[in-house]
């Protein structure tokens, strides 16, 4: 019986339950319930953010495919297009840490083929609670084992991501899965349904109980009680799903379908109406068709279940047989289970009875969109003022904490267990500023980077927003890269807070303003709410992925010092900005002060003269400053040469030291070049209207900064390195 | 055809071994589906990395048992080229080619990564453009590495000069440290008593081009064709 209780443990409110009897004119059946629960879940249905996101730029002369499908698509010469998507899968990965992450990197990885490209780079970003606590450290190694079991095993490279740790992730881990592939851009799929009587196929893995209310879990809040959602997160099987893209690629090549989605969240639920939306028609299946794994499954368990590596295709109605054949060839199911119809409507049909009957327009397009209320947080006011603290005694202990902190440090402990290298692609290893990965036979590279400090964020919402997309176009830049396209995950606390509803739209406007500014189309995303547990919302956490296209592969540049006696040279402006740095959180112990500001146009500058530089044969290595300031930086550059190559800076700016060294300053990258370049190096940058200074050379077996005549750091590149290499290891360490 | 490169479900460096021979080498080479009996005529056979089977029950177990496995095994002990690698060499063990087992890594984690290898025999089809004693750079990416075999056996393999490459430091030293895996007698690469097979667990097609930060695993398959002739 459908009463309020069951409507309400459904995730929909009483005048959301009223609008449904209105539009199909009568009461839903508990099968049709759980379908109008799931697609109107904010998961499915984006109804808090829809309005929000508008304000996006999403135009661009090389968008093939912006938001609203499986993945976005930019055209990126050759004939090829680069089809990319961040998803989350935060909630999951908490309640079961291996499989929330493992199925996470498989749903996306669906989302990518789905659309007829061959996935070739995964990257994730990251946020746990601090390792101190053992629950942290057991999630981030269920993720990270997760992450590894899945994208190994299918054979496509996790070429990076970014590691942070904060306490407002401690009971609610972030899990954003980055995935991008290729594909010949006359040869783009997507979910139609098309063509009355057309046969609709299941293909993949068999549906079990698994994942029934994963969609609707994750547009809810979390208590501290979560054991007895353990059955709610699906089991990934990477085997299955490498069969499945093996053989979808393969239908793919030839002539024989019209359209192809995946079962992810939702579904069979999901993949049907949005077929059938997308397409103005509709679908009829027989679930007694179905390929099962279980006995006695009822039809609200099959519509709602999230049983892994499964795809609906609809095919041309002469070429079933041959689709049939390829799935044979990978040992797959593949069962005609209904056909596209006329009339809009979705009908389900078990035990030869129609157990379901309602208009697809009802489910997908007529679902409620809200403008929740906002109001500006009251945190604000007191986190802006930054307490007087007092400078470090010792300036290479601090350092050395720094470099120890694990947000700063090496993170080589997560990345060796990815099989970073298969599909003979990677031309970076982990741990430069963006992973590149070349384009065969094509001298040309495509660079990915993820990025987000949600501190500066939870300061600052618009601000953080900015940065996010400036500091991962450096990134890009750093690496020889120009930023083509943008995807984001957006993970907040609960919408329904008018707090949050304030940050999500603060954030999003500085997101809108900077991509403007870099003149790049943001392609699709993913937004993530109900990022609260015990009613603590994490911090405002936009994670920015960017894809930027190196166009000659003489370009490609690392972080790592290549010689010694080159010198060095600081684009940008150090300035005394100390709020919400790494150094402020870590050494004095505040999530306090004003975050370090950006003039978008100035950094547009410091990109554009990175990448020119760059172009011209003028640099040798080149590293973004971020976390831990210009020290850390340099500490970096050094760790990451070959031979732990030492560095002497000498600065002349009038500041507190700690901010000279730690501070987060925006616009700033730190290039080495040959002595004969110099004169050339800084006249371009005069030219270009870019503050560039010669501030030391590389060489020695010393990391040394002084500021103006005081030496303030002085420390062996040896310790440097072991502070930052070992600070994870060593937690994870076996005794 | 020169060489064929086997495809098991799960395979996941085929496509990359067959551009490698192709692309980089220039060299005649063809898929060859392990559901098939068919090795059209190949000289020389690759069994690449990857999860054939997914690794489920035992890594390379599964992949033993396939149709195509019959005639490798027939064609191995022609005396044909049959090199393993990774996967392939888990395979090789499994299929009796090759003696010993693999066991997980010691430290319990995959691992990625470059790892520095001696070549202790260059009399090999493999190996016989490699000097003696020098020292490779190429990855490795495998759960199970971990070399180990009864103690005959290993008196066996020693004898014969069974052992190809073992992980070393850059100067070619033995250690606990260099030896990641924690492989007996440090095996990276191992040969059989007729000196036609050789399994080995890091990655060559990985290290053939300047670009992506090695060329070192040239060496395997130039030797390869050259006793190919």
Redesign the interface.
């Known amino acids: 019986m459908i009463d309020k209780k069951v409507i309400a443990e459904h995730n929909l409110t009483p005048e959301e339950y009223e609008k449904i009897v209105e539009l199909i004119g009568r009461e839903p059946n508990i099968t049709e319930l759980g379908i109008f629960s799931l697609m109107w879940s904010e998961h499915c249905s984006y109804k808090s953010s829809k309005i929000h996101l508008k304000k996006l730029p999403v135009e661009g002369k090389n968008v093939i495919q912006g938001p609203g499908e499986n993945a976005g698509i930019i055209d990126i010469g050759n004939g090829l297009a680069a089809v990319f998507k961040i998803e989350s899968h935060n909630h999951p990965s908490f309640i079961e840490p291996y499989q929330g992450a493992a199925t996470g990197v498989g749903g996306i990885l669906r989302d990518i083929f789905t659309m007829g490209a061959r996935p070739i780079i995964l990257q994730d970003a990251l946020r746990f609670g601090p390792l101190s606590k053992p629950k942290n450290k057991s999630i981030m190694e269920g993720v990270v084992s997760g992450i590894?079991?899945y994208g190994?095993?299918?054979?496509i490279p996790t070429v990076g991501g970014d590691v942070y740790f904060n306490d407002c992730y401690s009971l609610n881990p972030l899990v954003n899965v980055f995935a991008l592939g290729i594909a010949e851009k006359d040869k783009i799929f997507y979910a139609k349904a098309e063509g009355a009587g057309n046969p609709v196929l299941y293909v993949g893995a068999k549906t079990g109980r698994d994942g029934i209310h994963g969609a609707t879990m994750a547009s809810a809040e979390f208590g501290e009680n979560l054991e007895h959602k353990r059955p709610n997160v699906q089991v990934g099987?990477?085997?299955?799903e490498?069969?499945l893209l093996e053989a979808c690629l393969e239908v793919m090549a030839k002539d024989l379908i019209v359209g192809i989605q995946d079962m992810g969240a939702a579904g069979l639920t999901c993949s049907t109406t949005e077929m059938a939306s997308k397409s103005g028609t509709g679908i009829e299946i027989d679930l007694d068709l179905v390929p099962q794994r279980e006995k006695g499954m009822t039809p609200y368990e099959m519509m709602l279940s999230e049983s892994q590596e499964r795809m609906l295709i609809v095919a041309k109605k002469d070429r079933v047989e041959e689709v049939q054949r390829i799935f044979a060839?990978?040992?797959l199911d593949a069962v005609v289970i209904g056909q596209v119809i006329e009339g809009g409507r979705l009908r389900v049909k078990f035990g030869g009875k129609t157990v379901v009957d309602l208009p697809v327009r009802a489910i997908i397009d007529l679902c409620p969109v809200y403008e929740q209320e906002s109001k500006a947080p009251s945190y604000l006011e007191s986190a802006a003022n930054l307490d007087s603290f007092s400078e470090p005694e010792d300036y290479n202990q601090t350092f050395l904490t720094l470099l120890s902190s694990p947000t700063v440090s090496e993170k080589e402990w997560v990345?060796?267990?990815?099989?970073?290298?298969?599909?003979?692609?990677?031309?970076f290893?982990p741990g430069a500023d963006a992973a590149v990965i070349?384009i065969?036979?094509k001298n040309k590279a495509l660079a990915v980077t993820l990025d987000g400090n949600s501190l500066y964020t939870y300061l600052e919402p618009k601000t953080g927003g900015k940065i996010a997309v400036a500091e991962a176009c450096r990134n890009l830049a750093c690496v020889g890269a120009r930023p083509i396209g943008v995807t984001n995950c957006l993970n907040f606390g609960s919408p329904e807070k008018p707090e949050i509803m304030w940050q999500f739209k603060e954030a999003i406007e500085g997101i809108a303003l900077a991509c403007e500014i870099f003149d790049i189309p943001v392609t699709g995303g993913n937004v993530s709410f109900y990022n609260d547990t015990n009613g603590i919302s994490i911090h405002p956490t936009p994670v920015l992925g960017i894809v930027g296209m190196v166009d000659d592969?003489r370009w490609i540049t690392g972080p790592g010092f290549k010689s010694e006696g080159d010198i060095l040279i600081l684009i940008g402006e150090n300035k005394e900005e100390l709020g919400g740095s790494e150094y402020i959180k870590r050494i004095h112990r505040m999530e306090k002060g004003i975050p370090p500001q950006i003039d978008l146009e100035e950094e547009k500058r410091v990109q554009e003269f990175c990448l020119e530089a760059i172009s011209l044969g003028l640099v040798e290595s080149a590293h973004d400053i971020s976390e831990g300031g210009l020290a850390c930086c340099l500490a970096e550059c050094s760790l990451l040469s070959h031979g732990k190559m030492g560095v002497s800076a000498h600065l002349k700016d009038n500041m507190r030291s700690d901010a000279l060294l730690f501070g987060e300053s925006q616009s700033r990258i730190v290039i080495t070049s040959k002595e004969e370049s110099r004169k050339e190096i800084l006249n371009l940058a005069r030219e270009r209207g870019v503050q560039a200074t010669d501030i030391g050379k590389t060489g020695g077996d010393r990391i040394i900064i002084s500021q103006r005549d005081k030496k303030l750091l002085d420390v062996d590149v040896a310790d440097a390195g072991k502070a930052w290499r070992d600070a994870i290891p060593e937690i994870f360490r076996i005794k | 055809m020169k060489f064929g490169v086997v495809i098991f479900?799960?395979s996941?460096?085929d496509?990359?071994t067959l551009?490698?021979l192709k692309?980089i080498f220039k060299q005649d080479a063809a898929f060859l589906w392990h559901?098939e009996h068919d090795l059209k005529n190949v000289d020389c056979i690759i069994l690449p990395?990857?999860?054939s089977?997914?690794?489920?029950l035992r890594s390379g177990s599964i992949a033993a048992f396939s149709p195509l496995m019959q005639e490798v095994k027939e064609f191995a002990l022609r005396g044909g080229f049959v090199l393993g690698i990774c996967n392939g060499f888990q395979v090789l063990l499994e299929l009796g080619l090759l003696p010993g087992a693999m066991l997980r890594n010691k430290n319990l984690?995959?691992?990625?990564?470059y790892v520095h290898l001696r070549v202790d025999n260059t009399d090999t089809p493999f190996t016989s453009t490699a000097k003696r004693g020098q020292v490779l750079r190429i990855?490795i990416?495998h759960?199970d590495g971990n070399y180990y075999s009864p103690p005959e056996t290993i008196q066996e393999v020693k004898k014969n000069n069974q052992i190809v490459l073992r992980y070393s430091d850059a100067r070619g030293r033995l250690s606990d440290e260099a030896n990641v895996n924690g492989s007996l007698e440090c095996i990276a690469g191992l040969i059989n008593k007729a000196g036609n097979v050789m399994g080995m667990m890091p990655?060559p097609?990985?290290a053939?081009?300047a670009?992506?930060?090695s060329e070192d695993g040239r060496i395997i398959f130039e030797s390869l064709i050259k006793s190919l002739g």
């Open positions: 590894s079991g190994n095993s299918i054979g099987d990477p085997f299955m490498k069969l060839k990978w040992d990345r060796r267990q990815y099989d970073h290298m298969v599909q003979v692609n990677t031309v290893l070349r065969k036979g592969t | 479900p799960g996941n460096c496509h990359d551009y490698v692309d559901k990395g990857g999860f089977y997914g690794d489920y984690k995959f691992l990625c990564q990855p990416a759960y990655h097609e990985r053939s081009e670009l992506l930060g």
